[in-house]
């Protein structure tokens, strides 16, 4: 929920720090702050937006080849100067910056105040400092990273920090438990940050660290251990990510880019998984555990927001094609609810970024229950990806918008061809329905590609409702899952109350809320249920209701009964959902625009959920 990151080289640091917080800013971004270890320690941060603390520290002493910064999305304490980090002790010997929850701070605090801390700032960030304070004035011999050890023993929650000394001024400490930090290896030099991104252009080589890894990073080298301090084994990794994927390009925000981009990455996650003559499917990261899946008492599927959205669809087409109970389930619900789990279960937990705290949570569980446990993640080196089974990533590139679009068509291209390989080998679907899926499915980019020539007629619609306080999306079959997605797009950026229902269920309740107020989004392709789906159009004209419907292209009927209609081309029912999305997104980005919101930091949310 929050970004980190850190400097200790031969550079500045200030222009280092600045420009990986402008990176991490999709994580949150109601305060920003750095310290910098020049001849002292100095600490400027801000409420608002990365950029007013850049110009808030651009007046000051911002020199120094040692730094740490932060951008936050506030659990404790509301944005406000004082609350943002980094985060003193109360004689400014430490600074930290943290993302996480620290759930025992209020006991923590009580024990300090006994010892005659004090506090300027209600975060629990600032016990942490006064705690890692409290341990290295214990004794002469207990150096910074001793006594972030010893405060960290304490801890009882969710962690990623950075720890600055003034007393040493060559150091930077770092510690990770639920919370993502990666390091970046350059030549004398070391870079940190939460995830990835702000670290590619400056070096390839990277550590993730693993929980309770502590790692102390020095100019002349680089020492990692854990918290009971035995030495950890070290594991470099490469960065794949192309710098050209970390900027807007010629689009005004990430979002529309990401949107535009789903063509090909749509292609780039079937790319080397689908054979060219449509006769096998080929998921390497699932080799070692699929004759457990292929054995399975039943699959769960597990995830939060729009990746829900996507177990839902996974859910449709592995019972349809493969045959194999599914049930699919919020993460937040299934960590905290005693399912009944055992080795013979598969289940698949599926997130963008393989940090969501829920997410991992749920993983844990399962795993502990003995299931085999596969990840469909978008993210290399997240901890969903290195604490999984088995997975498959879904090679949508860097999703900065926090309103979730490319990821989604990735993680529902995946699920496909999970579904029609299991299928496939277990003979449960006929041999020519799927050679024409996998078939159809190779051809979803190009599809993709003719919708989005659709934008301009869909930014017409969305003037049209953009005043609108409610909205309802209604979806039968795989589509109802398109539509709760085309209803989260649209509230999660453009703060309209928007809601997604199973058609079916509009006249036991719905139905009261329809007048001529309500736009209704409706996704009615020509599939098995369109007759069903016309009729509740027309129970919806009848009582003044304004439909948006997506339709099949040349739906001449229902060009004549909805108000406005978007038209897809004509697909297999079970791939619409790839193509049907794409005008949900549009829609809801248009529409924020037209009401003034800022569609890539969205009010109130964060990229990446990684507390509870
Ligand atoms: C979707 O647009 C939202 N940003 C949110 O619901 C998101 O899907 C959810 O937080 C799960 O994130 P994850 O896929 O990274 O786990």
């Given at each position: 929920m929050c970004g980190i990151v850190g400097y200790i080289g031969k550079k500045e640091a200030f222009p280092i720090l600045i420009k990986g917080l402008k990176w991490l800013e999709y994580r949150g971004y109601d305060s920003a702050g750095v310290a910098l270890l020049n001849g002292s320690l100095e600490v400027y941060k801000k409420k608002g937006k990365v950029i007013e603390m850049e110009q808030f520290a651009l007046s000051k002493n911002h020199s120094g080849t040692i730094g740490i910064g932060h951008t936050r999305w506030a659990t404790h304490g509301e944005p406000s100067d004082e609350n943002a980090h980094p985060q003193n002790s109360m004689n400014n010997v430490f600074t930290v910056v943290h993302n996480g929850i620290i759930e025992n701070y209020a006991k923590l605090k009580t024990d300090l105040v006994k010892h005659s801390y004090t506090f300027k700032s209600d975060t629990d960030t600032e016990v942490l400092a006064n705690l890692i304070d409290f341990f290295y004035h214990q004794d002469e011999g207990i150096n910074s990273e001793m006594a972030v050890q010893l405060a960290l023993s304490k801890v009882v929650g969710a962690y990623g920090i950075a720890v600055l000394c003034k007393n040493e001024k060559n150091k930077i400490v770092v510690a990770r438990k639920g919370s993502p930090l990666v390091v970046g290896l350059g030549d004398g030099e070391y870079f940190i940050a939460s995830d990835a991104a702000p670290i590619a252009e400056y070096t390839g080589q990277v550590v993730y660290l693993n929980d309770e890894d502590i790692a102390i990073l020095q100019r002349d080298g680089f020492t990692l251990k854990n918290v009971s301090n035995n030495p950890v084994s070290l594991k470099i990794s490469s960065i794949d990510l192309e710098?050209?994927?970390l900027d807007k390009g010629d689009f005004d925000y990430f979002m529309m880019k990401e949107i535009y981009e789903q063509p090909k990455t749509i292609e780039e996650t079937f790319r080397g998984r689908l054979r060219a003559d449509h006769s096998e499917i080929v998921l390497g990261g699932l080799l070692n555990v699929f004759p457990k899946i292929e054995e399975a008492r039943r699959i769960i599927i597990i995830g939060c927001g729009t990746s829900w959205h996507a177990a839902l669809i996974g859910e449709y087409m592995l019972e349809e094609y493969a045959q194999v109970p599914v049930e699919v389930e919020y993460a937040s619900e299934f960590r905290y609810r005693k399912p009944v789990i055992n080795s013979k279960d598969v289940v698949i937990l599926i997130s963008q970024s393989g940090e969501t705290a829920d997410t991992l949570a749920a993983l844990h569980l399962a795993k502990a229950k003995g299931a085999t446990v596969i990840g469909i993640c978008n993210?290399?080196?997240?901890t969903l990806a290195r604490e999984t089974d088995a997975g498959v990533y879904t090679?949508?590139?860097?999703?900065?918008?926090?309103?979730?679009t490319k990821a989604f068509t990735a993680q529902v291209t995946v699920l496909t061809m999970i579904a029609l390989k299991l299928a496939n080998t277990k003979g449960t679907i006929d041999i020519k329905e799927y050679q024409t899926l996998v078939k159809e499915l190779s051809e979803i980019p190009e599809k993709g590609r003719i919708i989005l020539q659709s934008n301009d007629k869909i930014k017409a619609i969305a003037e049209k409702y953009h005043k609108a306080i409610n909205a309802l999306y209604l979806g039968r079959g795989y589509l109802f899952p398109v539509a709760l997605e085309g209803a989260l797009k649209l509230k999660e950026i453009s703060y309209i109350h928007a809601e997604g229902y199973a058609a079916g269920e509009m006249k036991h309740g719905p139905i009261a809320l329809v007048d001529d107020n309500l736009p209704v989004v409706v996704v009615a392709?020509?599939?098995?249920y369109y007759e069903k789906i016309v009729s509740n159009i027309q129970e919806i004209k009848a009582r003044k209701g304004n439909v948006i419907a997506i339709v099949?292209?040349?739906?001449?009927g229902l060009k004549e009964l909805a108000n406005d209609v978007i038209e897809i081309p004509k697909s297999h029912p079970a791939l619409a959902v790839l193509l049907s999305v794409i005008p949900l997104q549009l829609l809801a980005y248009h529409i924020a625009l037209f009401k003034g919101c800022n569609v890539d930091q969205p009010r109130n949310l964060a990229k990446s959920v990684t507390v509870e």
């Open positions: 710098i050209g994927e993210v290399v080196g997240s090679h949508a590139g860097v999703e900065i918008g926090v309103a979730s392709p020509q599939d098995d099949t292209e040349g739906d001449t």
